[in-house]
């Protein structure tokens, strides 16, 4: 039997040209035409994101969720949400509450501001929670110099949160800063019990402001005698702002403010400044 010859396999023209090399006018008409689609696109792709990232925030589990992380990857500990205000009606922001979970008495504020992608920016008051009890003990030994019978809270103003300070923010550190402009204002309310009567005179809170001056103190100052210790057993941390019955004949108090450069006190309807 012959072998059968094969054809030799031969690649036919089916009629395929090269393609042409767009031109330089071409190629600047593409590079619009993309141009003009993504400045048409991008503001709604923008939109559509923030839309995206604020209707997630309505879930209260998720909102919870990522205060925790944002307060875990700040402060290295592990914390709980314990209340959620939502949005506040004075102000723009979310407000929340919150406090580590190896710590059941301190309640940390939480503000969330919306950024232009429609995400939360928190800002929270976890630094200075931390350096009140800090502060108090450094401010004891100078309201010791001259009275023994009181008792004194140190507050900084609950609406004005800064993220400015470092978590490992100290109160010496405070000193190069500028109170109400770097960190929140503070306010050292000393009560004083009536056994203090003969020791509370206006020399005598004169030279205590000077002091707390000369040891960097910035803030408000506002001590006050209780006429009856009735009230003062009643006064505490927690009702600092609330009326306690005390009638203010039956009380005498200072405001007294302390800048770097002057003293400045209100007493009886009187005010001036002390240098």
């Known amino acids: ?28 008409g593409i590079a619009c035409a993309v141009l003009v689609a993504a400045i048409i696109l991008y503001p709604i792709m923008s939109i559509m994101m923030r839309i995206y990232n604020r209707s997630r925030y309505k879930d209260d ?52 501001y919306y950024n232009k992608k429609g995400k939360l920016d928190y800002y929270d008051d976890y630094v200075m929670i931390k350096l009140k009890d800090e502060y108090e003990a450094y401010l004891e030994p100078m309201i010791d110099e001259y009275f023994d019978d009181y008792k004194f809270y140190l507050e900084f103003h609950s609406e004005w949160i800064t993220n400015n300070l470092p978590p490992d923010t100290k109160v010496e550190d405070l000193w190069e800063l500028n109170a109400n402009q770097d960190y929140p204002l503070p306010t050292l309310f ?19 402001a ?61 005010e001036f400044i002390w240098y």
């Open 61 to 112: 589990l998720f909102l919870q969720k990522d205060v925790a992380k944002y307060l875990e990857d700040r402060y290295d500990e592990e914390f709980i949400v314990v209340f959620n205000r939502g949005m506040s009606g004075a102000y723009n922001y979310v407000q929340l509450f919150a406090r580590p979970i190896t710590n059941k008495t301190q309640k940390i504020q939480i503000q969330g």
């Open 190 to 208: 000393l009560y004083l019990k009536n056994s203090e009567i003969n020791n509370y005179d206006e020399a005598t809170v004169k030279k205590l």
């Open 210 to 270: 000077e002091d707390l001056k000369t040891g960097n103190y910035r803030g408000c100052f506002e001590p006050l005698m209780f006429g009856d210790d009735e009230f003062f057993d009643k006064r505490n941390r927690q009702n600092i702002h609330k009326d306690i019955g005390a009638r203010s004949e039956d009380t005498d108090n200072y405001v007294i403010f302390i800048y770097d450069n002057k003293i400045e006190c209100r007493h009886d309807r009187r």
């Open 1 to 28: 039997m012959e072998p059968i010859e094969e054809e030799p396999f031969v690649i036919k023209d089916v009629g395929i040209k090269p393609k042409k090399k767009l031109g330089i006018k071409q190629k600047i």
